[in-house]
């Protein structure tokens, strides 16, 4: 729970995860919309938010299935692997980051670490030149392409080239830091 309150980390827990119940349950209709009972059957399969998933998980009342775009065997690790900087993983997953590191010790999925970590890598890199050469009008429409992580870097990274332009034009080259300017009272 390191970020109880960081609205980031509550929106990367509400993405939705596949499960499958291993026990009947009742009064929890709502998760499995295919019949009006208030009953889930073991076997159920439903998609539920991943702050539900864990609890339930460690409770072992339901398995996890690996989200599809984490799967070994999908479509977004091929491309990823192909060409990860041209990847539209918002629409896969909006915290593709976030909830693929708390997803992994969950599944026991060892293979998503390093997926993540090349992932990044590649990313990274493309974001950071994107952020200073693209154009104000260009921008949005490769926004729509990063994840939430991705875009706070690319908006770190354009307020560090106006910053880095501001002070090439002749922006204040040293100032004074505020304790300096005080006077010591007389003892």
Not at 15 to 28: C, I, K, R, T, Y
Request: glycine content about 6%; overall charge positive.
């Amino acid at each position: 729970m390191a970020g109880y309150y960081d609205i980031d980390d509550i929106l990367a827990e509400e993405e939705l995860v596949p499960s499958v119940f291993q026990h009947d349950a009742n009064g929890v209709g709502l998760f499995d919309s295919s019949d009006d009972t208030d009953k889930v059957i073991a076997g159920s399969r439903a998609e539920l938010p991943f702050w539900l998933v864990r609890e339930l998980y460690l409770r072992q009342l339901i398995s996890i299935r690996v989200p599809p775009c984490f799967d070994r065997d999908s479509k977004t690790r091929e491309e990823i692997g192909a060409d990860a900087a041209h990847v539209d993983l918002r629409s896969r997953c909006a915290y593709f980051y976030t909830l693929g590191c708390k997803i992994a010790p969950l599944i026991g999925d060892k293979t998503i670490g390093p997926f993540l970590l090349v992932a990044f890598r590649t990313r990274y890199r493309e974001v950071l030149i994107k952020a200073h050469t693209l154009s104000l009008s260009v921008a949005p429409k490769y926004l729509i392409l990063l994840t939430n992580e991705e875009a706070k870097l690319y908006e770190a990274g354009q307020s560090s080239i106006v910053a880095f332009k501001k002070w090439r034009m002749g922006g204040p080259r040293f100032q004074m830091a505020p304790v300096l300017g005080r006077k010591r009272k007389p003892t």
